[in-house]
């Protein structure tokens, strides 16, 4: 088999790459360890910036997001019971997020690649990448019980950050960034509307927690927790009690209940490799770099670094030009880092640290009141929390 970009990985990163590429002519195979309907259904993120929704629906896949999408204009910091609202478009000239499910902007892009004819090949794992300092790399991947070979003139890893493209770049070449945090966050699924119009991101001594939502039908909700914790240690009960305490509002505002339809416990770290390419192998998206889910970059990172790749790539095709596919990385790293730094301090300010002492929790209560307080601290929210646009 062979194709011009071998893409592994079927996440927003891998599917909006291929889609790109198929814009301008360049044709790619996409291989991806899961089912289509694991792919489909797997409840992730669901707030997108204003650039990814502006490139999703100038490339022709926003068309559903925008009918069931729900923009929101801003978002409520709360502390010491009571609330405070950034507004979004007042601090940032007028952007604004769109709270729309990851798997629904999947199943959106594998229906526009299907409906072209693209090849996404579902329950095919690749194995390992051999030949990427060459002009010919080839992906091994397992269709059944057979080890095949797809050659290609570049690899684009968009495995995720337990996929196999980073660890097939030779020891040495790599150098790991990490960090680890000392909880995690527990989600569930609610069934039953929105207690809230907007999503509320909550301090409180008990420890964070965070009100979102998936549909008028269907509440994400968060509660910080151990990060050896396990869903079995939650009953429904114990999850209402965290939420009403760290959620409580001194006017009487409540938070409506519902049936939970999941549970699960998802770590916190920080994470980037540098370099994000090797040879002929470009990485993008979480297998290059994860944030904690408190800023909501993940995804959006995962878009901006294929919107890059896809550039270069084109050029490469195009004209032969490798000065784009170069500067991938130096290029993609710039904002890679402001959006660690952003997630991490959201983080810092946010959670409660258990091995924080008297004056750090007293810092962390004095920048709670700055962001809501002053209008440039909550500007560099905001317009971090939209994204900043692309340079
Ligand atoms: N072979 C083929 N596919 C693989 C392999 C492999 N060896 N290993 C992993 N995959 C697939 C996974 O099954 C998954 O579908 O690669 C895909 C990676 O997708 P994501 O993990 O979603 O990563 P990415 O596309 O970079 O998107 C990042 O997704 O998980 C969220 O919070 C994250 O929002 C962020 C975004
Ligand atoms: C979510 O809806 O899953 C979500 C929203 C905002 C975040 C993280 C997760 O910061």
């Given at each position: 088999?062979?194709?011009?970009?071998?893409?592994?990985g079927?996440?927003?990163?891998?599917?909006?790459?291929?889609?790109?590429l198929?814009?301008?002519?360049?044709?790619?195979?996409?291989?991806?360890?899961?089912?289509r309907?694991?792919?489909?259904?797997?409840i992730?993120?669901?707030v997108l910036?204003?650039?990814?929704?502006d490139?999703?629906?100038?490339?022709?896949?926003?068309?559903?997001?925008?009918?069931?999408g729900a923009?929101?204009?801003?978002i409520?910091?709360?502390?010491?019971g009571?609330?405070?609202?950034i507004?979004f478009?007042?601090?940032?000239?007028?952007?604004?997020?769109?709270?729309?499910?990851q798997?629904?902007?999947l199943?959106?892009?594998?229906?526009?690649?299907l409906?072209?004819?693209?090849?996404i090949l579902?329950?095919?794992?690749?194995?390992?990448?051999?030949?990427?300092?060459?002009?010919?790399?080839?992906?091994r991947?397992?269709?059944?019980?057979?080890i095949?070979t797809?050659?290609?003139?570049?690899?684009a890893?968009?495995?995720?950050?337990?996929?196999?493209?980073?660890?097939?770049?030779?020891?040495?070449?790599?150098?790991?960034?990490?960090?680890?945090?000392?909880?995690?966050?527990?989600?569930?699924?609610?069934?039953?509307?929105?207690?809230?119009?907007?999503?509320?991101?909550?301090s409180?001594?008990?420890?964070f927690?965070?009100?979102?939502?998936?549909?008028?039908?269907?509440?994400?909700?968060?509660?910080?927790?151990?990060?050896?914790?396990?869903?079995?240690n939650?009953?429904?009960?114990?999850?209402?009690?965290e939420?009403?305490?760290?959620?409580?509002?001194?006017?009487?505002?409540?938070?409506?209940?519902?049936?939970?339809?999941?549970k699960?416990?998802?770590?916190?770290r920080?994470?980037?490799?540098?370099?994000?390419?090797?040879?002929?192998?470009?990485?993008?998206?979480?297998?290059?770099?994860?944030?904690?889910?408190?800023?909501?970059?993940?995804?959006?990172?995962?878009?901006?670094d294929?919107?890059v790749l896809?550039g270069?790539?084109i050029?490469f095709?195009?004209?032969?030009?490798?000065?784009?596919?170069?500067?991938?990385?130096?290029?993609?790293?710039?904002?890679?880092?402001?959006?660690?730094?952003?997630?991490?301090?959201?983080?810092?300010?946010?959670?409660?640290?258990?091995?924080?002492?008297?004056?750090l929790?007293?810092?962390?209560?004095?920048?709670l009141?700055y962001?809501?307080?002053?209008?440039?601290?909550?500007?560099t929210?905001?317009?971090?929390?939209?994204?900043?646009?692309?340079q």
């Amino acid at each position: 088999m062979r194709t011009q970009v071998g893409i592994i990985g079927a996440g927003p990163a891998g599917l909006l790459l291929s889609h790109l590429l198929h814009r301008a002519g360049i044709e790619s195979v996409i291989l991806e360890a899961r089912s289509r309907t694991d792919v489909e259904s797997t409840i992730r993120a669901g707030v997108l910036e204003q650039g990814t929704v502006d490139l999703l629906t100038s490339t022709g896949v926003g068309e559903r997001m925008r009918r069931d999408g729900a923009v929101h204009h801003g978002i409520e910091l709360r502390f010491d019971g009571r609330g405070h609202r950034i507004d979004f478009p007042t601090l940032t000239g007028g952007r604004a997020i769109t709270l729309y499910a990851q798997h629904e902007v999947l199943r959106d892009l594998v229906k526009v690649r299907l409906d072209a004819g693209g090849q996404i090949l579902f329950d095919t794992p690749a194995v390992d990448v051999d030949d990427l300092d060459g002009h010919c790399p080839a992906i091994r991947f397992r269709s059944g019980s057979r080890i095949e070979t797809l050659t290609c003139d570049v690899v684009a890893g968009c495995d995720g950050f337990r996929g196999v493209s980073r660890t097939a770049i030779p020891d040495g070449v790599l150098t790991e960034h990490v960090r680890a945090y000392p909880f995690g966050w527990l989600g569930v699924l609610v069934e039953g509307p929105p207690s809230a119009p907007e999503l509320i991101y909550a301090s409180h001594p008990r420890g964070f927690a965070l009100a979102s939502t998936r549909s008028p039908t269907l509440q994400r909700l968060y509660v910080q927790c151990d990060p050896a914790d396990e869903v079995e240690n939650w009953p429904d009960a114990r999850i209402w009690s965290e939420l009403h305490a760290r959620l409580q509002r001194d006017d009487g505002w409540r938070l409506a209940e519902g049936p939970i339809v999941q549970k699960d416990i998802v770590p916190m770290r920080s994470f980037v490799v540098e370099p994000m390419q090797h040879g002929r192998l470009f990485l993008a998206g979480d297998a290059a770099h994860i944030v904690p889910p408190t800023g909501a970059k993940g995804l959006n990172l995962a878009v901006a670094d294929v919107r890059v790749l896809s550039g270069a790539l084109i050029e490469f095709f195009t004209s032969g030009e490798r000065g784009g596919l170069d500067a991938y990385s130096a290029t993609c790293l710039r904002r890679v880092w402001r959006a660690e730094h952003f997630s991490w301090w959201m983080t810092a300010m946010l959670h409660h640290f258990p091995e924080d002492d008297r004056f750090l929790q007293k810092l962390q209560q004095a920048q709670l009141h700055y962001v809501v307080s002053s209008r440039a601290a909550a500007a560099t929210l905001a317009e971090n929390y939209v994204g900043l646009p692309f340079q």
